[in-house]
């Protein structure tokens, strides 16, 4: 049997195509360092004080792949009251950067709602940025019984 340089690329793609489809791949998971990094990140480096937000978390997820979640921050939405910003962070999730909402005087009040992916039981934390400089934090650990991003 003669090889074509055409029958031969298409063997070569089809058994490259068949070795990356038969391995497993496994998502790279962030580390809790990770995650408090990224915190400080989004802080501008502050350590964020409790109070003032509040995270709503099920205390056990029967499916990682749709969790819900929702934030609120107690503000009076107006001059350095103002919430800027909150983030959702996963720790341990392959991106622990879940969700970011963005408030203005406009936004009336600082609440938002999602849902997110889980990999695996770990800490959901919401961190909200002020106007005037400070950040408040709340942390809930979520524990995932099956699916997630890990499968």
Partial sequence: MQFTRRKVLGLTAGAAAFAVAGARISPAL?????AEKMVMEF?????????????????????GNTVPV???VESAMEGDDLV??????????????V?????TELS?????????????????????????????MDKKQVKVTIGGCGG
């Fill in 84 to 97: 800027e910003s909150v983030i959702i962070f996963a720790d341990g999730n392959p991106n622990p950067a």
């Fill in 108 to 136: 009336g009040e600082a609440l938002a709602t999602t849902r997110i992916r889980l990999a695996k039981t770990q800490n959901v934390i919401a961190v909200a940025k002020m106007k005037d400089g400070s950040v408040f």
């Fill in 99 to 103: 969700a970011t909402f963005h408030f």
């Fill in 30 to 34: 962030a580390s809790v360092e990770e």
């Fill in 70 to 72: 929702s934030v609120s």
């Fill in 43 to 63: 802080t501008g480096g502050a350590t964020p004080a409790e109070g003032k937000i509040t995270l709503t978390a099920p205390e056990i997820a029967e499916n």
